[in-house]
């Protein structure tokens, strides 16, 4: 029987380690048998779409929602998509889990200073310096959500660790079953009465 497909939705600042977190949420269910599909949003921008949108709010909400289409057509189809994504916006963020139903928000919630720090590639310096424009957290903001299921802080978790809390929390909303190996407190009255 085909398992019924979920959408895991990873947002957070530039830098914040999202698809990271994405890449081992995907393995740690791969790991439990689960059919999982990474839509990494730079990767994704880079290649299908060959960078042909920009970064306005709503090239940002296309980009977005893009994504969402994306992740739907694979959940109904049995497959957990793990979408990592800037998704600047609470009313695009909002639109794209009424539209989905099945939606974990997992707010990747690194502070702003380490962000800065892991950026190999330049864009928060050149973003501070005025060289690059609409750059979220810069001069574009960044709202960061209210209520995720998940918010976890990547400057301290490595991506396992913060996979391994995604998992602990898809079990509690009932998205995944509990594992018979988790820790569970174990019974005093009951072993107490066996011995």
Request: some cysteine; proline content about 5%; charged content about 25%.
């Amino acid at each position: 029987m085909q398992q019924e497909g979920f959408t895991i939705w990873i947002t957070g600042l530039p830098g914040a380690g999202k698809s990271s977190l994405a890449g081992a949420v995907a393995a740690a269910l791969s790991g439990r048998g689960f059919a999982v599909e990474v839509i990494d949003s730079g990767k994704l921008r880079a290649s299908l779409l060959g960078n042909a949108l920009g970064f306005s709010r709503h090239e940002r909400h296309t980009n977005n929602l893009q994504h969402a289409f994306a992740a739907k057509m694979l959940s109904r189809n049995g497959v957990i998509p793990v979408v990592a994504a800037v998704s600047p916006y609470r009313a695009t963020r909002r639109a794209i889990r009424e539209a989905l139903g099945t939606f974990v928000e997992v707010h990747a919630a690194t502070e702003k200073a380490v962000c800065i720090d892991r950026d190999t590639k330049g864009l928060w310096a050149r973003a501070l310096a005025g060289e690059v424009q609409s750059f979220t957290g810069v001069d574009d903001p960044y709202e960061a959500p209210q209520e995720p299921e998940v918010r976890l802080d990547l400057g301290t978790l490595s991506p396992q660790e913060g996979a391994a809390e995604v998992l602990r929390a898809l079990e509690t909303l009932g998205y995944l079953a509990r594992r018979p190996d988790a820790e569970d407190p174990p019974d005093i009255d009951a072993i107490a009465s066996q011995l």
